[in-house]
C-alpha cells in the first residue's frame, strides 16, 4: 500500500523571479514522492506571500487543520525554506504535524530527522534561511535608506495631494492638493472633523478613487509634514530621516502651526503605557508528559529575591488555561540555567564546531541552488528600462495634446509602483548573486553563538535553544531534556554515550509551588 502525502508551496514575495516557481517546486517535490513510493493527495499553495512569517497563508492554516484529520503521512516541501524562514514558528508548526503522527520532509535537503543529528542538521539549515532572509531584508533596507535620504519616493500608496515625477521625486496632484489646502483652512478655524467630513459630503469632495472621506484619513493628513514640505521616513535598523523643504510644500508653515495648536488643544487623555513582556526562550519546546499540552511563560507580582524582576516560570497550558492538568510549574531561571550550562558543556566546545560546520556545510552545499541568476539580472533591467520608455511616450503624448494631464499622472503613478518594486527585485538578484554561503560562515556563525552564550540577554538564548534543544518533556517527578546532538559528533571526544543526550534532572517543589531542579 501506498504511503501518503502532501506537497506545500510558497511562491515567495521577495523573491518571485528566485527560480523557484511554483512548477518548478511541484516538479522537485513529484520527483521525491515518485521515488518514495507516495501518492499525491494534495497540493497547497501559497502565492507571493513571505517567509519571514506565516500570517497572510491561507493555504498553509488550511494544510495544518487538513493534517491533523489524517489525510496523510508526509508533508513535503522543496527546502525548509519554503515551510519557512522563521525558525520559531518553523518549530512550532513542525511540532504540530509531527504531533499529528505526519513527517514533514524536504524534498532538496533530504535529512533523516528520526536521529538527534538529523534535527541538528534541519534546525542549524533553517537557521542559516533565517540568518540569509534577514541578512537580505538589511541589504534591501541599506539601499531604501540611501534612496530615502534624498528625499525620494520609494514606493507604496503615494500620500494624498502629491504625484512623483520620473525621477521618483514628490510633486504636487493641484486637485487633491486643493483639496488638502482646504482642510488645513477649516482646521485652522477650528472646524472638527467630523463637520469637515459633513460638508465634504454635502459638497461630494472625495478623496483618492472617488472614495468618501474618513475621520483616520483627516487625522493623518493634519498631522503629516509632508505638506510642509518635510520628508520623513523610517528603515528599520537605522535613525530615522527627516529632511526640511525636501520638496515644494503644499501648506505654509503658519498654517500649520495653528492646525498643530488646534489639534493639540482637544487632545484627548493620554494612553497608559503597556506591561513590560519577558521573553521565555524555552516556549515552543517544553511539552506537558501527562496532558501533551506546552509549557507557556508567566510572571507573578512577587518580586524575586535581590532583583527588581518578577518572579517568572513556566506553567502547563492544561493546567494555566484549560485545567485539565496538575502538573506544576518550573521555575524560569533555574530551568535555564540547568539547560543552557548544559548546551555551553556539550554541544558549543571549540573541538566540536568544526564537526557541526562540514556536516552541515556538506548538505547546503549539496542543495545550493545551481542557477545563474545573470539572465534574471538582464530580464529585470530589460523590464525596467522597458517601463522608463513607456513614461517617455506618455509625457509626448500629454505634450502633443493626445493625452490628458490627469490620466498622465494617473498612469505615471502606476508606472512607478511597478519601477519600486522591479528595482527592489534587482537589489535582490543582484545580492543573491554575490551571496553564498560558506563553510566559514557556518563555523563563524556557530563561534559567534557559542560566544554570546557567555552573557546572553533571553532573546539570544532563544534562538540558541531553537537551534540545539529538540524537546523539553515534563512529568511529575523529572524533567527530561533532549538535545540535539548524538555521539556522531562526540565520537572519540566523549565516552559516556547517550546518557549525555538525554538528560532527566527531578523535579522538587519549594514553599511557592515552583519547581525547582535537584541535580
Known sequence: MKKRAVIYIRYSSENQRDGYSIEYQKEECMKYLNANNYELVEVYIDEAVSGKSTNNRTAFFKLLADVKKEICDAVVVYKYSRFARNLMEARLYHHQIEKAGVKLVSAMEQIDDSTPEGRMMRNIIMTMDEYYSDNLSTFVQSSMYTAAKKGKYLGGILPFGFNVDEEGNFIENKKEADIIRRIFDLRAHGVQPAD??????????????????????????????????????????????????????????????????????NKGKQIKPRKRKYVYPLTGLIYCAICGEPFTGNSKGTIRKGTNEPLQYYTCRGQDKLQICKNGSIDKHV?????????????????????????????????????????????????????????????????????????????????????????????????????????????????????????????????????????????????????????????????????????????????????????
Open 335 to 519: 530551568l535555564e540555567e540547568y539547560v543552557f550550562s548544559k548546551i555551553k558543556e556539550l554541544i558549543l566546545q571549540e573541538n566540536l564546531i568544526d564537526d557541526i560546520a562540514n556536516n552541515v556545510f556538506k548538505i547546503i552545499e549539496n542543495n545550493q541552488d545551481k542557477s545563474n541568476p545573470e539572465d534574471d539580472i538582464l530580464n529585470l533591467q530589460k523590464e525596467i528600462k522597458s517601463l522608463e520608455k513607456k513614461q517617455e511616450t506618455l509625457l509626448e503624448l500629454m505634450l502633443e495634446g493626445e493625452l490628458s494631464k490627469d490620466l498622465l499622472n494617473k498612469k505615471t503613478n502606476q508606472i512607478n509602483e511597478e519601477l519600486s518594486i522591479l528595482k527592489k527585485l534587482l537589489l535582490v538578484k543582484e545580492h543573491n548573486a554575490r551571496s553564498v554561503i560558506t563553510l566559514d560562515d557556518i563555523k563563524s556563525f556557530l563561534i559567534k553563538t557559542m560566544n554570546e552564550l557567555e552573557n546572553a540577554d533571553d532573546i539570544v538564548k532563544k534562538a540558541v535553544a531553537s537551534q540545539f534543544i529538540d524537546r523539553i518533556i515534563v512529568s511529575k517527578d523529572d524533567i527530561n531534556v533532549r538535545l540535539t546532538v548524538s555521539p556522531f559528533f562526540m565520537r572519540d571526544k566523549l565516552n559516556e554515550g547517550w546518557a549525555l543526550f538525554s538528560l532527566s534532572p527531578k523535579r522538587k517543589k519549594n514553599f511557592s509551588g515552583f519547581t525547582h531542579i535537584e541535580v
Open 196 to 265: 469637515i467630513l459633513r460638508i465634504f459630503k454635502e459638497e461630494g469632495i472625495t478623496s483618492r478613487d472617488n472614495k468618501p472621506f474618513t475621520q483616520q484619513l483627516l487625522n493623518k493628513v493634519v498631522r503629516s509634514e509632508k505638506y510642509i514640505g518635510t520628508y520623513s521616513y523610517k528603515v528599520k535598523g537605522y535613525d530615522p530621516i527627516k529632511i526640511p523643504n525636501a520638496f515644494e510644500p503644499i501648506i505654509d508653515i503658519d498654517t500649520w502651526n495653528k492646525v498643530q495648536i488646534e489639534i493639540d488643544k
